[in-house]
């Protein structure tokens, strides 16, 4: 390295640094906090005077895998993403390729009033889907009435709760994986549909055989986006239905809310903060080696 | 290079400037000198309703301005706690009788012992007992009552007239007799009581009732296999296996007033807020048609309930406590009392209050008078409201069918062991190191 090349290197840092600043102060420094604090009984004892703190080593972390709430929540999770993240995924590219449609001749109105749910408040929305789904009143269950089907009580009924909630995140979520959709749609060239059609290729295996491998990447991306914030389901199930009834849309990251907020206990909430770290890690190892095989 | 690192030392600076000049513009304007704030939080429609008596209270201290924030009831105890973790408490603030162990365990509350000692002695004795003990813990006064909560029935007068019974019945005994006939009217899908199978309220008053202790050796560990409370939590779950109570929650009855009126039920346990409900919700033709009355006891009635509330205490970090303390006591006097609940329709927390002609008028109120002088509070310890959350949850799970009798107290008393296991630990070291 060069006196020039060290300089360049150093106003490079020089620029860095407040970002660099502001991620360890905001960022770094409250996870780190945080890690520690997983290995205390950090509770509302500890908060009025910190003599009463005491360090428990694992033992959060063991009591919350004993935890028949923790693995309820869990599940809950478990079945939000799975359910939810390809359903969410499958109406964005649906909608992306209706948008691009040659057909379509104001692609810029539908993509707007598409991407609306997402730029909405969620409170907002909540309250227009629970008159939505009012079992009595509601404009749904009006709908199953002209098709002869019974009333469900969508947000009381334990059964149903879950997916009315997947119903709603995945209408209010679309849109912003839709605009990335769109993106990819638009860079694949367009000399390959013209060779396809030349060959005699139909409009589905054009899809089959020339967007959705041209979209991989866009997928892995919408894919891993979507796993990860799915994975930290709070809003909805905190606005709609506080994690009722019988626990059955309680969620990881509410349970931590509760816990940690509720209850004070930041100890405990902070070792499951770490769990779901590291499970969102796994899902997202996983996703780039299946990728990589498929490959 | 001297001239870069200056260079770039400006940049950084003016960056300063832009980052911190919003916070400095955001600064209030100076305040008058002699005029002092007074920061007061207050819940729900408390909040809304107190401006009222401001103006008041005003007049009489020119040199005090009062600044109400309302806080939602539903996220009041985080808010609070997390504004005790950022050093952010109000200098006044209101608080559910059951959160104060809690605060005092932070040391967030100043003690008011040598404040009423000012006050004639009868004015403490005019508070109801039941609800004033609740504000004392260690022997020490910790905040005043502001006012009372407790759980009676309301019932339909008509539909137990129909049943032979011209006045509510004073013990269980005889209520389950009016139970079963109000049971068997005419169709199947009537009940006689409604016992939302998601609250621990009515579980715990049964407890209470038996004499049963709920927590055992100086509340460190839980006491729920305990017979009487194991007697009473079976009564409680036979309600629901009689057919007497549905078991649903208070989130699957869609109009709770709409179907007390249908008579879907004909006796509820509640709290003196669905006092005004009731007379804002039912139908003009029921108005006449409904009461409250005590809560039954086992032997003769009436029987013990809860002793909540909510109650207005000092922050003990305020600067401004003496300004704050004008303010309380001035709410505290009988004649803001009595306003208040005109106001708000929370019952006064002093007796001497209840003497207003609106509140001696009105019907509904006078059982809560009455059941006010059978009250029992629960354990004073921080830990209450997790192990009341666990007590509605294992009762649920019974309620259910999930969990056997058994079961279900093994599973609250484990519980409520681990949430104590601190307790038992600060205990355990206050006793090693006097």
């Known amino acids: 390295m060069n006196g020039y090349e060290r300089q360049l290197a150093r106003s490079g840092w020089a620029f860095l640094a407040p970002a660099l600043l502001l991620i360890a102060v905001f960022f770094f420094l409250p996870v780190l906090a945080a890690l520690l604090l997983s290995f205390t009984d950090f509770d509302i004892y500890a908060l009025g005077d910190l003599r009463r703190l005491r360090f428990v080593g694992l033992e959060n972390y063991t009591q919350l895998l004993q935890s028949p709430l923790f693995w309820t929540a869990l599940g809950n999770t478990g079945y939000f993403v799975l359910l939810g993240g390809p359903l969410s995924v499958a109406v964005s590219l649906g909608a992306a390729l209706l948008v691009n449609a040659r057909l379509n001749r104001f692609p810029g109105l539908f993509r707007t009033a598409l991407f609306l749910p997402v730029v909405t408040t969620l409170v907002a929305v909540a309250v227009v889907w629970r008159y939505l789904y009012h079992p009595r009143y509601g404009l749904l269950n009006y709908g199953l009435s002209l098709l002869g089907i019974a009333p469900i009580d969508w947000l009381g009924d334990p059964d149903w709760a879950m997916p009315a909630i997947i119903l709603m995140a995945v209408w209010k979520n679309f849109g912003f994986n839709m605009i990335i959709f769109i993106a990819g749609l638009q860079n694949i060239p367009i000399q390959l549909y013209e060779a396809a059609r030349i060959d005699g290729a139909s409009t589905g295996q054009q899809f089959r055989h020339i967007t959705l491998p041209q979209l991989g990447p866009t997928f892995l991306f919408v894919a891993l986006m979507t796993m990860i914030g799915y994975f930290q389901v709070f809003a909805e199930p905190y606005v709609m239905t506080q994690g009722g009834p019988a626990n059955r849309t309680l969620s990881v990251v509410l349970l931590m809310y509760e816990e940690g907020f509720r209850w004070w206990n930041m100890g405990y909430a902070s070792a499951m903060a770490f769990v779901l770290f590291a499970l969102i890690l796994a899902g997202t190892a996983l996703q780039l080696l299946l990728r990589r095989r498929a490959r | ?434």
């Open chain 2, 1 to 434: 290079m001297l001239s870069r690192t200056l260079r770039l030392l400006t940049c950084y600076a003016c960056l300063w400037l832009v980052l911190t000049l919003p916070g400095l513009s955001g600064c209030s304007p100076a305040e008058h000198p002699s005029v002092v704030t007074v920061d007061f939080w207050a819940m729900g429609q408390e909040g809304e309703q107190l401006r009222a008596l401001l103006p008041e209270f005003e007049r009489r201290h020119p040199g005090i301005r009062v600044r109400v924030q309302q806080v939602p009831w539903s996220a009041a105890h985080e808010k609070l706690l997390t504004a005790y973790a950022g050093g952010a408490l109000p200098d006044l603030f209101q608080l559910g009788n059951t959160w104060i162990p809690e605060f005092v365990a932070l040391g967030a509350l100043a003690p008011l012992d040598e404040r009423v000692r000012a006050w004639p002695a009868a004015a403490l004795a005019d508070y109801f007992p039941g609800i004033l003990a609740t504000n004392r813990l260690d022997g020490r006064l910790h905040a005043l009552p502001w006012y009372v909560d407790t759980r009676l029935f309301f019932y339909r007068t008509d539909l137990l007239a129909a049943a032979g019974f011209a006045a509510p019945p004073a013990t269980w005994a005889e209520w389950l007799r009016a139970f079963a006939a109000l049971r068997h009217r005419d169709g199947a899908d009537r009940y006689a009581l409604l016992l939302p199978i998601n609250e621990w309220q009515l579980p715990v008053i049964l407890a209470l009732q038996r004499g049963a202790p709920l927590l055992r050796d100086q509340d460190q560990y839980g006491d729920f296999r305990e017979p009487r409370f194991r007697e009473a939590f079976t009564f409680y779950l036979s309600l629901f296996e009689q057919g007497l109570a549905p078991p649903v929650g208070n989130t699957q009855m869609a109009n709770l007033y709409q179907e007390f009126a249908r008579g879907y039920f004909a006796v509820y346990a509640s709290g003196p807020w669905n006092i005004g409900e009731f007379q804002r919700r039912l139908p003009a033709d029921l108005q006449g048609h409904w009461s409250t009355a005590p809560l039954p006891g086992f032997d003769s009635g009436p029987g013990v309930s809860l002793a909540g509330g909510a109650s207005l205490a000092l922050n003990r970090a305020s600067p401004r406590q003496d300004a704050a303390w004008a303010l309380l006591e001035f709410l505290a006097e009988p004649a803001q009392q009595a306003r208040f609940y005109q106001l708000t329709g929370d019952l006064p927390a002093r007796q001497s209050a209840w003497n207003d002609p609106a509140l001696l008028s009105n019907r509904q109120a006078a059982a809560f008078r009455e059941q006010l002088r059978f009250l029992r509070a629960t354990p004073a310890i921080p830990e209450w409201e997790r192990i009341a959350s666990r007590i509605a949850y294992y009762a649920e799970q019974a309620v259910r069918g999930a969990l056997s009798v058994d079961a279900a107290l093994t599973a609250l008393d484990r519980d409520v062991d681990r949430i104590l296991e601190k307790r038992r630990w600060l205990l355990a070291r206050k006793v090693a190191a006097p």
